[in-house]
Nanobody, 124 residues
Framework: VQLQASGGGLVQAGGSLRLSCAAS????????MGWFRQAPGTEREIVAA????????YYADSVKGRFTISRDNAKNTVYLQMNSLKPEDTAVYYC??????????????????WGQGTQVTVSS
């Protein structure tokens, strides 16, 4: 599966953005999907993830209550709604797909496909 992330940009603190990740292929609904981010000089980290049928979600503590992950399997797209953005949310955001499994959403090594990343910059 090929992934294309979009929706990044420059926003002021407190603002909102919605990221989208469009997937090619007919088996999008067979994959768990995750959003990761990487700021300069830091390791890539999990932001949020959603199971293949959308029944389970996972959020990093730093984004709980502010970000919402969702998916539309009919459109082969996963979304990340980001509200109340903070300067520390500034990073390149990546979407990723993995074959369904339980738990361990944060393990980068379990994701099989990655998108190219979209830059999110939050100004103070």
């Amino acid at each position: 599966v090929q992934l294309q992330a979009s929706g990044g940009g420059l926003v002021q603190a407190g603002g909102s953005l919605r990221l989208s990740c469009a997937a090619s292929g007919r088996t999008f609904d067979s994959y768990d999907m995750g959003w990761f981010r990487q700021a300069p000089g830091t390791e890539r980290e999990i932001v949020a993830a959603i199971s293949w049928i959308g029944g389970s979600t996972y959020y990093a503590d730093s984004v709980k209550g502010r970000f919402t992950i969702s998916r539309d399997n009919a459109k082969n797209t996963v979304y990340l709604q980001m509200n109340s953005l903070k300067p520390e949310d500034t990073a390149v955001y990546y979407c990723a797909a993995r074959f369904p499994r339980s738990g361990t959403w944060w393990k980068l090594s379990e994701y099989d496909y990655w998108g190219q990343g979209t830059q999110v910059t939050v100004s103070s």
